[in-house]
């Protein structure tokens, strides 16, 4: 079978040829049989045609559906990126909603307003944190400029000068200790790995914080003990020796006459614990946990002796968390104690 096209005609169709009879003198016929297929032609090729136009317009519609579909699953990934966005110091308790994005993203979501929860504490510290240095360096300022206006104000005879003078000089000690408290902390909260660990016998650090008091407890009428032992551990010597001698100067300013302050030493597998005790009214279990904040300082009505900043049990903590210890007070009608557990391995 075959297809031709004659006078501008197509056909399908065969040919053959064949032999004719020899009285008729040999001749060949060709014989054709043909059928016209113009109309079946032109049948496929609009066919054709509409095929591919309509492959163009499916595919059309499917690009469009699909970019639609896109963008309207993005819909809500769009709406948290600009809530992101609009985030600043100023509004970080913004919180996305994890119902708003699909599954996918919403443990990615939730670990998202975790991680704003936590630069949010650390950032209402910080500010806390600045207004509480203005506030406490105020006091000591003021009391600078009205003193020394004071004496400006008329001329005085030399021991007057001398005695304004060292009543300021009593300022500027307080400000000193406070400027130089601030600093520390800030020294081992922000590098807690330069700690030059030793091996420390406690014992022997305590005993020597003892002698160092022995002079002011004598003097309050307060006695020193120190109950049980423990191996020598691994600790920044000088750090631990602040931290001890903040939580005995807090228990021997907190202990009446006649009393004692007991540091208790004991240890298990895998702690070391310090404990300082004092005889003393209850603290409300609710104030404790705050004792360790900066600039924090008891109830004034069982606030007693001196004018501390209220920065020494916060140092207390971040040299303990800078040992990967931990520190808490406890207190009952009797007694105040505060115990730092230190890892062993440290
Ligand atoms: N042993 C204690 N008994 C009762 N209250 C205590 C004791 N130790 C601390 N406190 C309370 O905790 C508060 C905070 O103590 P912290 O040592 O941080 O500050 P401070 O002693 O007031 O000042 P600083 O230590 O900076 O000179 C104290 O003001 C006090 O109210
Ligand atoms: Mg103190």
Excluded at 194 to 201: Q, W
Aim: hydrophobic share 40%; aromatic share 8%; charged share 25%.
């Amino acid at each position: 079978m075959t297809i031709w096209r004659e006078d501008g005609t197509s056909y399908r169709g065969a040919v053959i040829r064949v032999a004719g009879d020899a009285s008729l003198g040999n001749n060949v016929y060709t014989v054709a049989v043909a059928m016209d297929i113009d109309r079946h032609l032109q049948f496929i090729g609009s066919f054709k045609r509409i095929q591919w136009w309509t492959i163009c317009v499916v595919m059309c519609i499917a690009i469009l559906v699909a970019w639609f579909a896109v963008q309207w699953g993005h819909i809500p990934i769009r709406r948290a990126n600009e809530k992101i966005r609009a985030i600043t110091a100023s509004k970080l308790d913004t919180r996305l909603n994890p119902k708003e994005v699909p599954i996918e993203l919403e443990e990615t979501v939730a670990s998202f307003n975790n991680m704003l929860g936590r630069i949010e504490d650390g950032f209402e510290q910080l500010s806390n944190f600045s207004a509480d240095i203005a506030h406490e360096l105020r006091t000591p300022v003021t009391n600078l400029t009205t003193q020394t206006e004071v004496a400006v104000g008329q001329s005085r005879s030399a021991d007057e000068y001398r005695e304004i003078l060292y009543s300021n000089l009593e300022e500027f000690g307080r400000l000193k200790r406070m400027i130089n408290d601030m600093l520390f902390l800030a020294q081992t909260e922000n590098d807690s790995h330069s700690l030059a660990l030793e091996s420390v016998n406690l014992t022997d650090t305590i005993q020597g914080l003892f002698e160092y008091f022995e002079a002011w407890v004598e003097e309050l009428g307060v006695s020193l003990r120190l109950k049980g032992q423990a191996v020598p551990i691994n600790v920044d010597r000088e750090m631990l020796r602040r931290a001890l001698s903040n939580l005995l100067s807090n228990a021997i300013r907190y202990t009446q006459r006649g009393e004692t302050v007991t540091v208790g030493l004991s240890q298990d597998e895998q702690t070391t614990t310090i404990s300082v005790e004092n005889p003393g009214e209850k603290i409300p279990a609710e104030e404790l946990p705050r004792l360790f904040n900066r600039f924090h300082r008891g109830d004034p009505s069982r606030q007693c002796k001196g004018d501390g900043a209220g920065l020494g049990l916060a140092i207390v903590k971040s040299i303990v968390e800078a040992h990967r210890g931990v520190v808490h007070a406890v207190s009952d009608d009797t007694m105040t104690r505060f115990e730092i557990v230190l890892p062993r391995s440290a």
